[in-house]
């Protein structure tokens, strides 16, 4: 196994200082000017596509996919790449259908969407729960994963070093988005997201040359699908021991289109970056180039998993590496899914490309992590601090209210942090948990949008009622697949909302409801181009790894 040489140390300096330098150059202001709310939340809305694309993928690729994403690889196969290949088809129904309207609203922020829509209270309850959800699941997560991948690969691997990395990534996270906001994060961004591309592919090509005694990628590409074929079903059968997190054909028409389209719709810290856009049809662009990019990443992310457990399985005409199950397996027998991708690196990558690799894996969790702390407190900010604290009409007071917030979300997520040890696959969890909250949310948002009736009182109903009803269907004595679980959660919450909308409704129309004439979902040629081209991507994916 090699070690970190001072190659190694050399190139992640370096990218440290680079990204800082970059961060704190384009949060630079002139002389005698303060930045606006504008500036630091959303950037001047100045992003082109391009910045807006590799933004958005900078911020959703993090220790969450390297590790947790390659950990379902080695524990479930391709089929866990649904969460991405699903998600550029997803983008492509949130630019078109989503955007123009929240756009056209001019918000900082999802729940002022809510507000505008609805009233202020449920905004209120949807900002403190959004503010609680990232620090204490999204930010902790980052976290202890990416803390856990560097101990794997820089420390001794038994999370002796764990805690120190996990301050020392977040102080590096908030050294440049706390003073610059949006525009330090989305510059940044662009970046990360191409040094994580150029990392992740290097290692999966170096662990593909040595899963075979006799070295080759296309050698090594033939022997795991050759030896761990059932690991390339993208869509699992009810025999299949993980069918429970993955449900089958329910996959793409069920239960992770509610993931999805909450996630890359509704959730703050994603959306933020299209609202910063020049136009709406820069933003729209800026999620199809995102959309290609994700069709991209299980190549360096679920694929390294799977090239991992077969080193760890040993089938016939595999490269024996001494110590490989003592290293996957826990004090109590269990197998570490999670530290599938460092330890390819700290196996398979060599001295000077190791620090590329480790500044690439660095940078995917940075950029999460400084995106989530900038939503974090774009939200706490402009929809708790603003309405019911701020004393000062020019708003002026925003901007230092935002930086504050970054530094006390951070300290609560450190202290936190360390209690994710016992996850198994951290992947699953995040999915899991968020899982709960999510069809509620999403149904509110998309009864809103979309259906006129739709008013305040069903709407609290609904989410309010969404609760209870995710936890009924999670300890019904019959096992229900959480994502089908979340499926009828969003489908009985939509029905209680049409319920008790229609029940109290004193007119035809929600007097908030908002007109979407024909040209609301009106695209360029560009972006129509972009999406036909994905969509049939998907279309010969899924047909080669049904």
């Not at 199950?325 to 196996?347: A, K």
Request: net charge positive; glycine share 8%.
């Amino acid at each position: 196994m090699g070690t970190f040489g001072s190659l190694d140390y050399i190139i992640f300096a370096a990218y440290g200082l680079l990204i800082l330098s970059l961060g704190l150059w384009v949060s630079r202001t002139k002389k005698g000017q303060k930045k606006s709310a504008e500036d630091y939340f959303l950037a001047g809305k100045s992003l082109p596509f391009w910045a807006i694309g590799a933004s958005l993928i900078a911020a959703n690729i993090s220790a969450e996919q390297f590790l947790g994403m390659s950990g379902s690889g080695f524990a479930i196969g391709l089929a866990i790449a649904s969460y991405e290949w699903m998600a550029a088809l997803t983008l492509i129904v949130v630019a078109k259908y989503f955007l123009p309207i929240f756009i056209k609203q001019n918000l900082f922020t999802i729940p002022q969407f809510i507000e505008r829509r609805y009233n202020t209270t449920l905004k209120t309850i949807l900002a403190v729960f959004w503010v609680g959800l990232f620090i204490f699941v999204n930010l902790t997560s980052v976290l202890f994963l990416g803390a856990t991948a560097l101990d794997t690969i820089l420390g001794n691997g038994d999370g002796s070093m764990t805690f120190y990395f996990i301050i020392g990534l977040a102080f590096f996270a908030a050294a440049y988005s706390t003073w610059g906001g949006l525009a330090a994060v989305a510059w940044t961004d662009v970046l990360q997201v191409v040094l994580l591309i150029i990392g992740g592919i290097i290692t999966t090509i170096i662990a593909l040359n040595n899963v075979t005694p006799e070295g080759g990628v296309f050698t090594g590409l033939d022997h795991i699908y050759s030896s761990a074929g059932e690991k390339f079903n993208m869509v699992l059968r009810r025999d299949n021991p993980e069918f429970m997190n993955l449900p089958g054909i329910g996959v793409l028409i069920g239960g992770l289109w509610v993931a999805n389209l909450y996630y890359w719709g509704f959730n703050q810290y994603i959306i933020q970056r299209a609202l910063a856009a020049k136009s709406l049809r820069e933003a729209q662009r800026g999620l199809a180039f995102a959309a290609f990019l994700k069709l991209l990443i299980p190549l360096f992310v679920v694929i390294p998993g799977i090239i991992a457990f077969v080193m760890f399985s040993q089938p016939e005409g595999t490269a024996v590496i001494d110590g490989v199950r003592s290293d996957f397996l826990r004090p109590d027998g269990s197998i570490n899914y999670d530290i599938s991708y460092p330890w390819l690196i700290r196996t398979f990558i060599p001295a000077g490309l190791r620090g590329l690799v480790v500044a690439a894996l660095t940078a995917a969790i940075v950029s999460s992590l400084a995106s989530m702390l900038n939503s974090t407190s774009t939200i706490f900010t402009m929809d708790i601090y603003k309405p019911y604290l701020s004393k000062r009409a020019d708003g002026s007071d925003l901007v230092p209210v935002g930086r504050i917030t970054v530094l006390i979300a951070l300290v609560i997520a450190i202290i936190v942090a360390p209690a994710l040890e016992a996850m198994p696959q951290m992947f699953q969890y995040i999915q899991e948990y968020t899982g709960i909250v999510s069809p509620g949310i999403l149904a509110v948002f998309m009864m809103g949008l979309f259906w006129k009736k739709t008013n305040t009182r069903g709407a609290i109903t609904g989410v309010l009622a969404s609760i209870p009803v995710a936890v009924l269907l999670k300890i019904l004595p019959v096992e229900i697949p959480f994502l089908d679980q979340m499926l009828y959660t969003c489908l009985i919450t939509m029905a209680i909302i049409v319920m008790v909308s229609l029940a109290t409704a004193k007119q035809d129309e929600d007097p908030k409801a908002i007109p979407l004439p024909k040209e609301t979902f009106k695209t360029g040629r560009k972006f129509n181009i972009a999406a036909y081209a994905v969509m049939l991507i998907l279309v010969v994916l899924y047909t080669v790894f049904w």
